[in-house]
Nanobody, 114 residues
Framework: QVQLVESGGGLAQAGGSLRLSCAVT????????MAWYRQGPGKQRELVAC???????NYMDAAKGRFTISRDNVKNMVYLQMTMMTLEDTGVYYC????????WGPGTQVTVSS
């Protein structure tokens, strides 16, 4: 059974930075494309960034130039470095597979204040 545990969220000021981490329990983690998603208040969950097993990355337009997704295939970890944060980045952040979704983890709350 795949388990996903996100951490690193918290309160950030507009213009500030946070680094999110996701621990993935999966025997074949290294070959799976992974992604970060977020759900803002009153909004649907959306894809923020994804990374292939080989490290190719893609970002939603609002994240380009500000966020960086990375992974450690030895530690089975996925990271999201967020910089130049805005109020619109507020939400619960989740990691999951990009093409295959496992049971969602608890997520980590990110709140950006002005």
């Amino acid at each position: 059974q795949v388990q996903l545990v996100e951490s690193g969220g918290g309160l950030a000021q507009a213009g500030g930075s946070l680094r999110l981490s996701c621990a993935v329990t999966h025997k074949f983690f290294a070959i799976n494309d992974m992604a970060w998603y977020r759900q803002g208040p009153g909004k649907q969950r959306e894809l923020v960034a994804c990374i292939s097993g080989g490290g190719t990355t893609n970002y939603m337009d609002a994240a380009k130039g500000r966020f960086t997704i990375s992974r450690d295939n030895v530690k089975n970890m996925v990271y999201l470095q967020m910089t130049m944060m805005t109020l619109e980045d507020t939400g619960v952040y989740y990691c999951n597979g990009r093409a295959v979704h496992w049971d969602w983890g608890p997520g980590t709350q990110v709140t950006v204040s002005s």
